[in-house]
């Protein structure tokens, strides 16, 4: 039963960062089918097109656009119920390629905007909220073409544990959850996803639709009430541990 559908006189709110397209807007769609408000983070429209979800168009990586930006946010959305950090990029990058500014670009997007995020929105959080960090298959195994966006997420998954640790006595839990392959349309668009997939146990990439229900349950679920610093992998079994 949905946060909603107890408290039907106190809709949660949840802000989504990235809800504009993959795997954070099928987030975003969850969580709306289940009666929460979202407010959506992003830098491009194309979060869902709804009363109950309210656009803020800004950099996450902009501290003052963003503390800005939230203090704008209507009443209706700034309580918040949970904080889902879904936005991120994966260019390729190898020792050969990398630079200083593609460093910044991918560390200040999938590190630094998780960070700021939480500083900004914590204060509205309620006790006993939740957060959830996007990180990925990537953080725990090597891959090729990907020493920036690996070293990035394996960054994020260890801020969510020293967060749970800070955020633990207000009642907050603060998870990761780290994805393989997904079926995202940018995933499909760089044809490198139907190359791996004979590796995968499960012969098949995620849905997003997958990830954001395994978000929700983070989030809401019963079963995971007890549940604070891990990062879930969800990769058909390409990751074991």
Sequence with gaps: MSPAARNPDSQPVALITGASNGMGRSTALRFMEAGWKILALDLVKGAPEDPNCHLLQV???????????????????????????????????????????????????????????????????????????????????????????SASKAAVSNATKTMAMELSPRGIRVNGVAPGWVRTAQNIANGRMERFLPSVPLRRAAEPEEIAELVYWLTTGEGSRYITGETIVTSGGLYMR
């Excluded at 704008?72 to 959305?77: A, C, I, L």
């Design 59 to 149: 950099d996450i990586t902009d501290e003052q656009a963003l503390a800005t930006g939230l203090a704008s946010v209507p009443e209706p959305f700034r309580g918040l119920n949970a904080i889902i950090n879904a936005a991120g990029i994966y260019p390729v990058s190898n020792l050969d390629t990398l630079t200083v500014d593609l460093y910044r670009r991918i560390f200040d997007i999938n590190v630094l905007g998780t960070l700021l995020v939480v500083k900004h929105a914590k204060d509205r959080l309620a006790d006993h909220g939740a957060i959830v960090n996007f990180s990925s298959i990537d953080a725990f195994i090597a891959v090729d073409n990907q020493v920036l966006y």
